[in-house]
């Protein structure tokens, strides 16, 4: 077989469980409907509204609304073709899988590496946040606050370019992290119960913070709707569609739904219904807090702010005690993002480690509770690093262009899928009006948002899909499954 062939094999489409090279592979089918949906909304709901709302509205000011609207059309075009994808392939992995059955091995690798960096970065930025609120929270109920040195980054982010903050170390996000692995090794029917008590928390809290900050709407905010050009923001739709891509990110719910396939009771069913109703949910909850939100403070005053939804409480209502209770919320909220963030991550791993990708140690999994326990204990400490040492902003952005590059290969995928299975396809849902309007729209549309990323993201990207490329080459193409599946054939 040619390189350019081993490029290009595919695994097979049927829907069935592998169990890679011993009986400890093995995940157990656990999670239900219900649970499942909650860790699409636990995974999204959270992150584009507690955290970056700070960094976007910067960027489009109260036309932030049609950024959050113009990502979840994006997200509503590509979660149709993850709804197709995952009832024919319901299997760990998520669109990696899905390259792989369709487009190929190289291109599933480079997925991966597109996840890899997409759950790790998300789940490291997320844990930042975290400290914000738990600061907020502490001051408010306990008039104590953590030492500054202790709650933020040596790597910042600074005017002139990166700062370096000697002996300072975030100390929060590493503590949120510890317990997410904990929780973690357990196993995925206690992470998923435990996640979906979470985010009905966090749906309540939400809705709480919407009533009371339409009590201080102020329809003065919303003028003028668009920014004009300036150093932090490019101005008109521009701005809108720098911050649409700066908070796509957030919909990374839907890809977490599709990782936990091997482990979902009739996932052929419940998969495809849980993407399209945790999008649904997000879609309605991003929409009202982000109306709530810019009604109830001027543009200009989130920037650089803290615990942002907390302190807009604290100044509509003049009292702590509504801003106490949102960031007890957020503190809630985003341990259950973060722990379903790393959980996808952890998943990832697994699939490409079963196809012989990367080391076998990443898919072994405890006999009891069916946990990937090493790969869960790498994951964390890499995760608890960057969010130990690294200010957020180097991470939301590149979060973004992981999604939106792995939403491109799964739009693609549809068509590839349904010219392989030709006339002998299931039955099951499909994609509407036929297998190229919806994903041409979602690959289109996705290109959009990727064009408004900053140039250091694209060049960090090529620089991490080069490495990808040589470990690919070096590791991933001799010791595939199917590489060594065709050797013995031989």
Request: glycine share 10%; net charge neutral; aromatic share 10%.
């Amino acid at each position: 077989m040619t390189l350019g062939q081993k490029l290009i094999r595919t695994k097979p489409t049927t829907p069935a469980v592998e169990h890679g090279d011993g009986a400890t592979t093995h995940l157990g089918r656990s999670i239900g409907l219900f649970p499942l949906t909650m860790i699409g909304v636990g995974a999204t709901i959270g992150t584009g509204i507690f955290f970056t709302m700070v960094e976007a509205v910067p960027k489009a000011g109260p036309s932030v609304i049609l950024s959050f609207l113009l990502a979840a059309i994006t997200a509503g075009l590509t979660a149709l073709c993850y709804a197709e994808l995952s009832f024919r392939i319901p299997a760990a992995g998520s669109s990696y899988s899905f390259a792989y059955a369709t487009v190929g091995e190289f291109a599933a690798f480079i997925m991966a590496f597109c996840l890899l960096l997409e759950y790790g970065l998300a789940a490291s930025a997320v844990a930042i946040g975290w400290s914000g609120y738990l600061n907020n929270f502490l001051g408010n109920a306990f008039h104590w606050q953590i030492p500054e040195a202790l709650r933020s980054p040596m790597f910042v982010a600074g005017a002139n370019g990166l700062e370096v903050h000697a002996g300072h170390f975030n100390l929060p996000p590493i503590l949120l992290v510890i317990l997410c692995c904990f929780l973690l090794l357990r196993g995925a029917r206690e992470s998923a119960t435990a996640n979906a008590v979470m985010v009905l928390i966090k749906l309540a809290i939400l809705l709480f913070f919407v009533v009371i900050a339409f009590s201080g709407f102020n329809s003065a905010n919303f003028h003028p709707f668009f920014f004009e050009a300036s150093g932090k923001s490019p101005g008109g739709m521009a701005g809108v569609t720098a911050a649409a891509a700066t908070v796509f990110f957030s919909f990374i719910g839907l890809d977490t739904v599709a990782t936990a396939g091997e482990e979902v009771r009739n996932p052929t069913r419940n998969v495809p219904i849980a993407i399209l109703a945790a999008l649904g949910v997000v879609t309605v909850f991003y929409m009202l807090v982000a109306v709530a939100a810019m009604g109830a403070q001027p543009a200009h005053m989130f920037e650089g702010q803290e615990a942002g939804l907390a302190v807009i409480l604290q100044n509509v209502t003049g009292k702590a005690w509504p801003a106490m209770v949102l960031s007890a919320g957020a503190v809630i909220s985003v341990f259950s993002v973060t722990l379903v963030t790393i959980y996808g991550q952890t998943r990832i791993l697994y699939a490409i480690s079963r196809d012989g990708l990367i080391p076998k140690t990443f898919q072994q999994v405890h006999p009891k509770t069916l946990a990937p326990v090493n790969n869960t204990l790498i994951v964390c400490l890499v995760v608890a690093v960057v969010a130990g040492l690294v200010d957020s902003t180097y991470l939301w952005d590149m979060v973004s262009i992981g999604t939106l590059t792995a939403f491109i290969v799964v739009s693609v995928a549809v068509p590839v899928l349904r010219a392989k299975e030709g006339a002998g396809a299931t039955n099951g849902f499909r994609v509407p009006f036929g297998p190229y309007l919806v994903p041409g729209l979602s690959i289109a549309a996705c290109l959009y948002l990727v064009w408004g990323l900053s140039t250091i993201t694209y060049v960090t990207f090529a620089v991490w899909m080069s490495i990808a490329v040589l470990t690919y080459l070096g590791y991933g193409v001799h010791n595939s499954r199917l590489n060594r599946a065709a050797a013995t054939a031989v």
